[in-house]
């Protein structure tokens, strides 16, 4: 897959619309709904409920697929399961980065010659500095603590990760001295001006994102809880540009 390694310019092939839904039916509904977005989430939540459904009606209808499953395992059980979640033909992959490098490099191998790109999951965005350090026992500040996942996922043979889009900047100054101009960030936690923030912690505008340097937002609840999601979609589109 061609990665757009620019800021968002076109937000119809740039934007990843969450399908956060419990049942294939919901979700090939909003599809229906949002026939213009052409980047598709499928989650773990939807995958469990019927994933294979939702995944060959998006490659039906010649979508992208961004398969966010977040695998965390011991290498040989996180590249078997890799090796299963190719066949379904998704763009991008999330395995956790927090897994390590030889669990990075056992999956790393199993995406070799097919079309789906692994990304890293670096920090969740829920997660702010205080659980950091309280719960997860990381001494680090947020930044650091994002920068040592993504480098070691650079190192490990990943060409992209997930991380808030507080992040984003920064990683793009620290990866330039790595040869990493190239590297592709995903970001959730994107939400438009004046919406609820839920259970996230680490958040921007889409056009905070944007100038930030991520490749895809990732947008959720803004669209698919929306009242009317394609008047969400056409807002946010605008916001972008």
């Not at 090939?28 to 598709?40: E, G, H, Y």
């Not at 490659?59 to 078997?80: C, E, G, Q, W, Y």
């Not at 390590?100 to 097919?114: D, F, R, T, W, Y």
């Not at 919406?195 to 994102?209: F, I, L, N």
Request: glycine share 6%.
């Amino acid at each position: 897959m061609k990665i757009n390694l620019n800021p968002v310019v076109d937000p119809q092939t740039q934007i990843i619309v969450a399908l956060d839904f419990p049942s294939a039916r919901e979700a090939i509904d909003l599809c229906d709904r949002l026939p213009q977005v052409s980047f598709w989430k499928v989650g773990l939540e939807l995958f469990i409920a019927d994933g294979s459904t939702v995944l060959r009606e998006l490659k039906a209808r010649n979508k992208k697929i961004f398969l966010d499953l977040k695998l965390h395992d011991i290498p040989n059980t996180v590249a078997s399961a890799t090796r299963v979640a190719t066949k379904y033909g998704a763009d991008f992959l999330t395995i956790h980065a927090s897994g390590g490098k030889a669990m990075m490099q056992a999956a790393q191998a199993e995406v070799a010659g097919s079309s789906t790109q692994l990304l890293a999951v670096s920090l969740l965005t829920s997660i702010a500095a205080e659980a950091l350090k309280s719960d997860l026992q990381v001494p680090l500040e947020v930044p650091d603590y994002v920068s040592k996942l993504v480098l070691l996922a650079q190192a490990s043979g990943l060409s992209g990760a997930v991380c808030s889009p507080h992040e984003v900047a920064n990683l793009r100054s620290l990866l330039k001295s790595t040869g990493g101009d190239e590297f592709c960030f995903v970001t959730p936690g994107v939400r438009p001006a004046g919406s609820t923030v839920g259970d996230q912690s680490r958040v921007m505008t889409p056009k905070e994102a944007i100038a930030a340097g991520a490749n895809y937002l990732v947008i959720g609840r803004p669209i698919n809880a929306a009242p009317d999601p394609a008047i969400a979609w056409e807002q946010i589109c605008q916001d972008c540009v």
